[in-house]
């Protein structure tokens, strides 16, 4: 199993950036793939951004262009720069594991809000 740890959530006005982390800790090595969903009232949950093990990216369309995820092997850490954040970004966002035999493992969530 992976342990996720997320920080970096908060209340920001629109147009402003936040960055997400989310520290991975347990079975790393069996990691395959890391990604942040968010999830907003009454609405699923949803992929933002994914990144392989071996640096490929995916990006849903709604965030394309002002988010950026990475990753830091060194500090078993990924990152979600968020830019030009609008109030339709606001939602819980989770930042998700995926090992090579599929198994998913999830972090606690931290609360993004975007308001003037």
């Known amino acids: 199993q992976v342990q996720l740890v997320e920080s970096g959530g908060g209340l920001v006005q629109p147009g402003g950036s936040l960055r997400l982390s989310c520290a991975a800790s347990?079975?790393?090595?069996?990691?395959?793939?890391m990604g942040w969903y968010r999830q907003a009232p009454g609405n699923q949950r949803e992929l933002v951004a994914a990144?392989?093990?071996?640096?490929?990216?995916n990006y849903a369309d709604s965030v394309k262009g002002r988010f950026t995820i990475s990753r830091d092997n060194a500090k078993n850490t990924v990152y979600l720069q968020m830019n030009s954040l609008k109030p339709e970004d606001t939602a819980v966002y989770y930042c998700?594991?995926?090992?090579?035999?599929?198994?998913?493992?999830w972090g606690q969530g931290t609360q993004v809000t975007v308001s003037s």
């Open positions: 998700h594991a995926i090992s090579v035999v599929k198994h998913n493992d």
């Open positions: 990144i392989t093990s071996g640096g490929s990216t």
């Open positions: 347990g079975s790393i090595f069996s990691i395959n793939a």
